[in-house]
């Protein structure tokens, strides 16, 4: 398989794994400039995103004024560019290093499980800073289990799958026995879960995401009470300047699970909710998570023209 990423076919992959991985080489501030330039031209050309933000922001933010919600827009894309500006960082960066760029805030909340051997949901939604975040969490709180998706590009989901996995984690592919992922949260090892993407209407059930029905995958609470598990919200913020990243642990949530997977469902959507409202320009936006929608319901995102066919 190695020797077939290495065709032409694959050589504009593995030019640009090299351009991120010589990018990770510059000071983190200056890759910050550079990541808000990208992001400025994202913003100019990314219409079809740009538009799905913008569709994102009315429903979620409606209290906001156009312009709020525009500048939001343009916020956004500026961390979206030092996402990817930053990607080599997940990829190579040292232990050190990362500690360098990456604060953790409130650790007590996670390590005092850990250290009880305690089994540990990490429940991060996707903000922008979630890839580098996770890389830290890896190399300097746990190496942890975390879901994996494959990536269309074999190149790059190579380098990604080598990334997540440099420091010692545990991938686990969605389709995956949940048994085996039980008895390692059991063992102790806690659990990297990324819950909120539209997982289509066939894995999904519709719960409220800010007022409005979303398909959202409902398997946190039956984790958590198959593990015995404690699930921990946990968001990656990138700080203003360049100056850095933080990853914030919050309390465990409360009374959870219910026993409803509808109810537990709905619950992890409204930790979501109070978290992006803090923190609105790093949410991640561009992604249609309106997209599946009730039966009968009407599509909030215009259909695109290969739909159409």
Not at 27 to 54: H, K, M, S
Not at 181 to 188: F, N, P, V, W, Y
Request: charged content about 25%.
């Amino acid at each position: 398989m190695t020797e077939r990423l290495w065709t032409p076919g694959h050589w504009p992959s593995w030019a640009l794994v090299g351009l991120f991985k010589l990018l990770a080489l510059l000071p983190f501030r200056l890759q910050a400039r550079l990541g808000q330039g990208l992001g400025w031209i994202g913003y100019q050309l990314a219409w079809d995103r740009r538009r799905v933000a913008r569709i994102n922001l009315s429903i979620c933010l409606p209290e906001l004024e156009p312009w709020e919600r525009e500048q939001l827009v343009r916020e956004h894309f500026g961390w979206l560019g030092l996402a990817a500006v930053c990607q080599g960082l997940s990829w190579s960066a040292s232990p050190r290093r990362l500690a360098r760029i990456v604060r953790l805030r409130h650790r007590e909340r996670i390590d005092t499980y850990l250290e009880a051997g305690r089994p540990v949901i990490v429940l991060v939604p996707h903000f922008v800073g979630l890839e580098l975040g996770g890389t830290a969490f890896t190399a300097l709180v746990h190496s942890g289990i975390y879901m994996y998706q494959r990536i269309r590009d074999p190149v790059i989901d190579a380098q990604v799958r080598h990334a997540r996995t440099r420091f010692g984690a545990i991938p686990v592919e969605r389709q995956d026995d949940l048994r085996g992922l039980i008895r390692t949260l059991k063992s102790g090892v806690p659990f990297f879960y990324l819950p909120d993407q539209d997982p289509g209407r066939r894995r999904g059930v519709f719960v409220s995401f800010c007022g409005v029905p979303a398909a959202t995958v409902p398997t946190l609470g039956r984790i958590a009470r198959l593990a015995g598990a404690v699930v921990i919200p946990t968001f990656a913020r990138f700080l203003p300047r360049g100056e850095g990243l933080e990853l914030c642990f919050d309390p465990p949530i409360a009374d959870f699970p219910s026993g409803d997977a509808e109810v537990d469902t709905a619950r992890m959507n409204q930790v979501i909710e109070a978290r992006l409202r803090t923190m609105p320009a790093q949410y991640f936006w561009v992604h249609r998570r309106f997209k599946t929608r009730p039966e009968g319901a009407e599509p909030i995102y215009p259909v695109r023209r290969r739909q159409r066919r």
